[in-house]
């Protein structure tokens, strides 16, 4: 796993506020400054979302120009789980597992 953090060191960040549009397209979108917590680079990466384990698609998007890193999580999922106007926050566990909650 290719981090900047540490795990077990359990950095603490926070994703965007969830709109309507990151409901319908399924995403979380994953602000500059919490970027760091995550890959370098486009890949599948385990995650678990209010406690439910899956894997996503992690995308960076560093650009140019940058923009938010998106996790896509698919629609279906995410409306189960997440609300609009929900901000989760972002830890690694000790296994190296992002959790959003």
Not at 31 to 47: G, M, Q, T, V
Not at 65 to 75: A, F, H, N, Q
Request: include cysteine; aromatic fraction near 4%; hydrophobic fraction near 35%.
């Amino acid at each position: 796993m290719n981090t900047s953090a540490s795990s077990g060191s359990s950095p603490q960040a926070s994703t965007q506020r969830v709109t309507a549009v990151d409901h319908t397209t399924g995403r979380i979108r994953i602000p500059r400054a919490s970027k760091s917590l995550f890959p370098e680079d486009r890949c599948d990466i385990e995650i678990a979302l209010r406690g439910h384990s899956m894997v996503v698609r992690w995308n960076p998007r560093y650009g140019p120009p940058e923009r938010s890193g998106t996790l896509g999580i698919g629609k279906e999922i995410l409306n189960g789980l997440v609300r609009i106007d929900d901000v989760l926050q972002v830890t690694i566990n000790d296994a190296g597992i992002w959790e959003l909650g």
